[in-house]
């Protein structure tokens, strides 16, 4: 069984999968982790980067993620280019990576924008974490050192809370930790449950 989660950018997703990742009977996916690793290594997505932002997109091999980020966030047909350059691969990989973990009693399958490029069709539930827009932009703001402009404008091109929420099986409420850590561990034990 695939369960995605996702979520907004802030709304804590990490810190929900690294709850998750307490429960050794699971295997977890990190789409960005695993996007950035590939962008890095793979001999497919590399040159087409280049070919569409041009040599700054890597510094000393390495991805130019400030020069890519200013340009994708502010110009969504560059985004959707960029998503579909390394979503294809990604995708790949992920399908190789569920093979390998059959034997697991679910993987977690984290991913931001899991609706906006059609992942939830990997996956058999669904939770998505919300947190308050406002806390949200405080926490990236901190994260990342953006412009509260800069943290709305990529709010702006994700699905809104709500809409994620309405397709989603489960909700974690990501206010206090104790809170969103009863959550974590009921769904986890009602999954369990469901894969017996």
């Known amino acids: 069984m695939v369960v995605g989660i996702t979520g907004g950018i802030g709304s804590g997703k990490s810190t929900v999968v690294k709850m998750f990742s307490k429960f050794k009977n699971i ?36 991805l130019n993620r400030p020069y890519i980020a200013d340009i994708v966030f502010n110009n969504k047909n560059k985004l959707a280019i960029l998503n579909a350059i390394v979503h294809p691969v990604v995708n790949a990989h992920l399908k190789s990576f569920i093979k390998q973990n ?10 931001a924008i899991l609706f906006e490029n059609g992942s939830n069709s990997f996956c058999d539930k669904i939770i998505t974490v919300t947190t308050p827009e406002n806390t949200r932009i405080q926490r990236v703001i901190k994260r990342d050192n953006l412009t509260i402009d800069a943290v709305k404008s990529r709010i702006k091109n994700q699905w809104s809370q709500f809409k994620k929420a309405l397709q989603s099986h489960y909700i974690i409420e990501n206010n206090t930790l104790k809170e969103t850590e009863a959550q974590v561990f009921t769904i986890h034990n009602y999954l369990t449950e469901k894969t017996k």
């Open 27 to 62: 295997a977890i996916y990190i789409a960005d982790e695993e996007a950035r690793k590939l962008m890095y290594s793979s001999d497919e997505i590399k040159p087409k980067i280049i070919a569409e932002f041009g040599e700054n997109a890597y510094k000393n091999s390495t």
């Open 102 to 111: 059959s034997k697991k009693e679910y993987i977690l399958y984290e991913n």
